[in-house]
């Protein structure tokens, strides 16, 4: 009974007219022509921006639903979100975003639990979560890196410190995490976790993220599956959680020396190509504009779902985008421009509504079920950071005689 | 040896002059494959016939651009065809079917079992593609096999658009000649025939120009493999598949045109 009352719920909250002429345009196939980056990137900045107006406090609200409005701010992501306002401050040359920043770094610092963690959940809440103690270490690093301000540093550190303590013998975390059990996508963590060690000379901080790296590679099945990419211990994993696993890799490919990043690189590449290839050849001709990427697959790389979710695609552009150049193959940077129009394609810039205006969607269509019916600000934010790496890219290339 | 031509479904000026010149060549094809004609595509077709040269052919390309139907593809088919002696280039493909006593055989679908029955009944040899279709099960039909102009250096560039790849990679631009099996552009390759861009060219004009160019190239892989010739095996390994090119990629390609 409850289950239909909510469904019912959710289809009333679609017929509010700004709501319904998204649900409209997509249960169409339509999507809006891609038009200047530039402005597209501006229009998710400000999206962002009111984001974080509305959440008060310096934090950046969770996103617009359907039902409810804006959300309260959410920690885990306002964490990284800080790094993509210091990236649009370099990028457009314009301080207000590292304002931004770093009032979202000093609220982070301001909330952060008594032994390092970040809360987890959207609000402020009691309980720590280690993956999403890793996204604000990227937001402090970040901003460290960018002001120099020595209380980011301390509050990554007194994080890593945390992470370190809870971490599992074997370098997996298991204990405060998502349904208790280990991620593939705490690469993520690891990430931060390796940075901050080297950044702060603690050598124990790197040690525990190499040992986390040192359990994931050994974690690949078939084809080039992780195990342990999703949110759950089985069924289909989201391509958002699969990208979060392959960037983590990467990073820590970068940062890494020897056998054990040859080896991180070896097995984010392997995924990123599986998803490449089921990309670029799922279309009804091979003439034409891919299929939009299915947003789950199944351990055999199979799609799972009818929907794509966008923040997926998004982080897969800037994935695909950094192999190209370091593998010197330009169909990934092909790929990736692809993948992106078809998200430029969803985003709103004439909407009436602020929470639809600029704001990227959960899922396309808007009903799917990733993040349904709603604008969660990770996924503008990685629209952010994949359009200001696409233009990177490109003006490499435009600019060469 | 006993050759079919494979044509799509649309209009072009690509299988009419193949078949002149074939003739001309001492390889008369047997027959032409086509897809089955609805009503209405043989409307679009007539039309399309009827107005080949001139403002409507203009007004058709804004709609569906086609390099065969340009004016830069039918100026260098002209050339082509006067460099060979080859009369009447520019009629209709039956036209040129019937004067060169060619039988059309139509199917539904170029792998069902009555395509390949058909081919089998009238002991082809080898088939020769010029269009986009896609061989499976047909691919067993023909005695030798079947040919397809692929745009671009094999095995290096596999795949879709492989000419403008060609020129974003810098590699040279030319028509492969291979055997079509069931991978992608994996068959084995008798010839490379090269061709140059010419400076300032933009992609459509040369497109529009390699029309003549896979003729020719198409001409001498039928002649290798009537004169005892086999194609050359690549490895899986050797290429990379490459897919539908972003505009703005087809922008960069277009400006290493002439160096």
Known sequence: ????????????????????????????????????????????????????????????????????????????????????????????????????????????????????????????????????????????????????????????????????????????????????????????????????????????????????????????????????????????????????????????????????ALRCREVATHAARQLFYRYERNKADPFGEPRPLPGLFDEGWRPAAAWSCLTGNCQLAIIWIRLARANDDARYLNASLKILDQVKGTQCLKSGNPGIRGGVAGSWPVTGRYIQSAYPNWAAKFLCDALMEQERAMAGLEARP | MKIAVVTGAGESLLPGILLSRLRKEGLPAECVLRPRAGALRAIRDGLARATRRGLACRIRERLRPSPVMSRIGVTTYREYASAHGLEGWDRPLARIMADLDVELVTFEDLNDNRTAAAIRDRGIDLLLNTCSSLYREVLDAPRIGVLNPHMGPLPRVRGVNAMEWSLFLGLPTGITVHRIDRGVDTGDVLLFEPFEPKPGEDIPALRGRTGPLMVEALVRGARKLADGGAGEPQAKSDGRQYFVMHPRLVKLAERRIGG
Request: charged share 25%.
């Open chain 1, 1 to 260: 009974m409850n289950r239909i009352a909510e469904s019912l719920k959710a289809r009333a909250a679609c017929l509010r007219p700004s709501h319904a002429r998204i649900v409209l345009r997509d249960r169409r196939g339509r999507r809006s022509a891609a038009g200047r980056d530039e402005e597209r990137l501006r229009a998710a900045l400000d999206w962002l921006g009111r984001a974080q107006d509305a959440a008060g406090g310096g934090g950046v609200s969770a996103g617009y639903h359907f039902r409810g409005g804006w959300r309260p701010p959410y920690p885990e992501t306002s964490g990284y979100i800080a790094a993509t306002f210091l990236d649009a401050a370099a990028y457009l040359g314009e301080s207000s975003w590292r304002d931004r920043a770093v009032a979202i770094g000093d609220w982070e610092i301001s909330i952060q639990l008594r032994g390092g963690a970040v809360r987890g959940g959207q609000g402020v809440n009691d309980y720590p979560i280690v993956f999403n103690t890793g996204q604000v270490m990227i937001g402090w690093l970040a901003l460290h890196r960018a002001t120099g301000e020595q209380r980011f540093l301390d509050a990554a550190v007194r994080a890593g410190e945390w992470l370190a303590a809870v971490q599992d013998a074997d370098g997996k975390w298991s204990r405060h995490t998502l349904n208790d059990i280990p991620h593939a996508y705490h690469s993520r963590v690891a990430w931060p976790l390796l940075e901050c060690g080297l950044r702060a000379d603690r050598p124990d901080l790197a040690v525990a993220a190499e040992r986390f790296y040192g359990w994931l590679v050994g974690e690949t099945a078939g084809k080039g599956w992780i195990r342990h990419m999703g949110f759950t211990g089985s069924g289909p994993v989201l391509t958002h959680t699969i990208a979060y696993t392959i960037r983590g890799l990467l990073e820590g490919a970068n940062r890494l020396d020897g056998d054990l």
